[in-house]
């Protein structure tokens, strides 16, 4: 067996340091195990909460076969994952990128190209993403899928404008829908809950903005809306 000490060592001063040393290397590593334990975990709590998200996505499609119910939770919680990992990615270049170039100019350049590298990314994932639920599902379990992951803003927010502006013509309701169903293709790939509600958001002020080049007033007819919701409310207390 090894000794700790040379065998003719018997200075208390360097027994102390071995000790101490010896001492320091075992809280390193234990703060080491401990700083992975607690990556673990947290990466361990993400993958479930990523799973549980897509089984009730899943959970609205009515799918029997639990092959295909399995695979299409996997799918989508990949899916998730992969958006996160290039996130992440992309947000340690970004400030390493404004950390180690100062030069403005450069900075500005180098930004550019990195957030054209992140967009590059999601856009492949993305594709790769639907062509996968379209090799799966119907057109309409599609929609679902993609409307689970957005907070089903878009049929609600089109729904929304048809009730707010009944006399809506053919046309206008058909570009509603369209900007509508753009934004949810970009909310998909969005980080946050917030991040995607905030994509809707860009949108519908496009929209506003059209409606009142159409000559709606557009706070006008919402609170006209409003309205008209209150007193069904009311009828409705009426009626019980």
């Given amino acids: 067996m090894k000794r ?17 040393s010896l001492f320091s290397i075992a809280i390193v590593a234990a703060f080491h195990t401990s700083a992975q334990s607690a990556d673990q975990q947290q990466e361990a709590t993400y993958k ?7 089984a009730k996505i899943v959970n609205s499609l009515s799918i029997t076969d639990s092959v ?23 947000e340690a270049a970004v400030a390493a990128i404004k950390k180690d170039t100062s030069d403005k100019e450069k900075q500005t350049a180098a930004l550019k190209s990195q957030e054209e590298k ?5 856009m492949q994932l993305h594709n790769g993403f639907v062509a996968q639920l379209k090799a799966r599902l119907t057109e309409e379990q599609v929609d679902k899928v993609k409307d689970g992951m957005t907070y089903n803003v878009f049929p609600l927010t089109n729904k929304a404008y048809q009730d707010m ?8 309701k ?3 829908y369209n900007w509508l169903k753009e934004a949810r293709e970009l909310a998909m790939d969005a980080g946050s809950a917030e991040k995607k509600h905030a994509v809707f958001g860009k949108y ?7 409606l009142s080049a159409e000559g709606y007033d557009v706070k006008k007819e919402g609170e006209e809306w409003a309205k008209r919701i209150q007193a069904a409310k009311e009828s409705k207390q009426n009626q019980n």
Avoid: C
Wanted: hydrophobic share 35%; aromatic share 10%.
């Fill in 204 to 210: 519908k002020g496009r929209i506003n903005n059209y």
């Fill in 48 to 54: 479930k909460a990523i799973t549980e998200r897509s």
């Fill in 118 to 122: 992140k967009s590059s990314g999601i």
């Fill in 4 to 20: 700790l000490l040379p065998a003719n060592t018997k200075s208390p001063a360097v027994y102390f340091f071995i000790k101490l």
């Fill in 68 to 90: 295909k119910y399995k695979q299409l939770v996997s799918v989508l919680a990949d899916q998730y994952y992969a958006l996160n990992a290039i996130q992440e990615k992309n």
């Fill in 165 to 172: 502006i009944p006399s809506l013509t053919a046309t206008q």
């Fill in 174 to 176: 058909e570009k509603i």
